[in-house]
């Protein structure tokens, strides 16, 4: 029984939620889960580019996916016959089982690769079943080092960017493939959450109310040992 707070206390630490399966780093996602319009960006990429073969079935009766074309109706529920047999999973609460970062990597980190019946290959999931959606607009990339020779002499795990090398450009910029993406990203972490940000805001207000409560209730007390320590 003593040992049950500490039990407790390593839980909070290792964040079992967000499996780690590659030796790439991930790189930060830029999401801000305030910015509204972002997210519409984001669930607008997601029902014309993912929504071919992704679900998104417990986003059904959101109104801003709704708005921008991630609708039930749209999604493939009734296909059975998928590429290779592997069906793409429901990104629903993908940013809860993955995090927001490794989402952020995996759509940066496809590289060509002949030898993948797809034609490329990623970093982070080495030999994934997903086609390279995003090749038009972030243009072809290939590895650029021998990926083993530059784990063996590097400290810090790599990044993709380390690795990976624009052979053939795309039809934005990095800069404009990175916002892009981070929409995406966006919209999945609202997805997985959709009040996330209303509870965060809720959060501070409770803290300051439990702030004006404590100096009430120290002016009470005070008033009441006033009286008190007379006697
Ligand atoms: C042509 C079909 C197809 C399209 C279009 C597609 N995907 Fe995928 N996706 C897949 C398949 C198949 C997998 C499973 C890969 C595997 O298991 O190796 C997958 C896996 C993923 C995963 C990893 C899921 C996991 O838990 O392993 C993410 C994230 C993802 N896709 C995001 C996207 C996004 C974002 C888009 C739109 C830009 C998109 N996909 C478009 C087929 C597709």
Redesign the pocket.
Known sequence: MKYYFLFLLLLFYINPLYAVDSDIALDKAPINIYDIQSIKRGAK??AT??????TMIYLRYNKIAQASGVRYDKMPLHITQ???G????D?SL?AD??GPD??YT??HSFYLDPARPTGFN?LL?P?????N??VPFQGQQIIASDLNIMQKYSDAPLQWYDVLELQRKGSLTPKQFDDM?TD??NF?TYAANPYQAFQWKLGYYVLGFLVILFILMYLLKRNYWQDIKKE
Do not use: R
């Not at 030999?127 to 086609?131: C, R």
């Open positions: 990429i997601f580019t993912c929504m071919a073969c992704h998928w590429p290779n592997i069906k793409p999973p990104l993908e089982i993955h490794w989402i995996y759509l990623n999931v030999n994934t079943a997903m086609m959606m995003l993406v995406i990203v999945l």
